[in-house]
């Protein structure tokens, strides 16, 4: 169990750039769920996949932000366009089915100048 | 949707001193867990624990969902507690829905 895997661990993007993350779940996990984290707030819900179906997205997921799971192992979250206020860390996290314990990734950080 | 505050929001501890952090729900949840973050961000399990209580080493959590609140207990606190506690709650559905944490800084 080599835990959840998140690349880049850093990213510094100008401001109109594209970025992407990348997820690698816990083998197994069928679950995978991102979150945002900006300083000193909890993470935020932004999506939900089971297997590579997408279940489920917040509103903070505006048409900038697009997740995909194309086989249902490892994730990607883009983000067009980037603006200042994207700048944050970005939490992957998997689960298994039936289980509500959720493992998290060490997350990617964001900064937007 | 549901509220859940922590308090406090900030605590200094002495290394060796006990502390207790809580955690308020505004509506019925079908989970609750614990998590521990990291100076580099890492968030870590500490306890799943939608009610009752459990015991981790130094580490204690009760749930009364009832009441809907969650306290976390750290006894003889050591410098590597040092962080952010946050109190996370599922009412249903997959989202999970965090805290603002208690910032941790346990003094040597």
């Known amino acids: 169990d080599t835990g959840v895997s998140q690349d880049p661990r850093h990213k510094i993007t100008k401001r109109g750039q594209n970025v992407t993350f990348r997820c690698d779940p816990i083998?197994?996990?069928?679950?995978l769920y991102w979150y945002r984290q900006t300083l000193g707030q909890g993470p935020e819900f932004l999506t939900y996949?089971?297997?590579?179906?997408?279940?489920?997205k917040s509103r903070l997921l505006s048409d900038r932000f697009s997740a995909e799971r194309p086989k249902g192992s490892f994730s990607t979250l883009e983000i067009q366009r980037t603006e200042q206020g994207d700048s944050a860390m970005y939490l992957c996290?998997?689960?298994?089915?039936?289980?509500?314990?959720?493992?998290f990734g060490e997350g990617s950080w964001l900064t937007v100048v | 949707g549901i509220q859940v505050e922590q308090s406090p929001p900030d605590l200094i501890l002495q290394e060796g001193a006990n502390s207790t952090l809580r955690c308020n729900f505004s509506d019925s949840v079908n989970n609750l867990q614990w998590f521990h973050q990291n100076p580099w961000g890492q968030l870590i399990n500490l306890f799943y624990?939608?009610?009752g209580t459990k015991q981790n080493g130094r580490l204690s959590a009760t749930t009364v969902a009832t009441e809907r609140y969650s306290l976390l207990y750290i006894s003889s606190s050591q410098t590597t507690d040092s962080g952010v506690y946050f109190c996370a709650v599922n009412t249903g559905g997959f989202k999970t829905i965090f805290g603002a944490g208690t910032r941790l800084f346990v003094k040597a």
């Open positions: 996290a998997s689960s298994l089915p039936g289980t509500d314990t959720i493992y």
């Open positions: 624990i939608p009610s």
């Open positions: 996949f089971q297997n590579e179906a997408q279940l489920e």
């Open positions: 083998s197994e996990h069928n679950r």
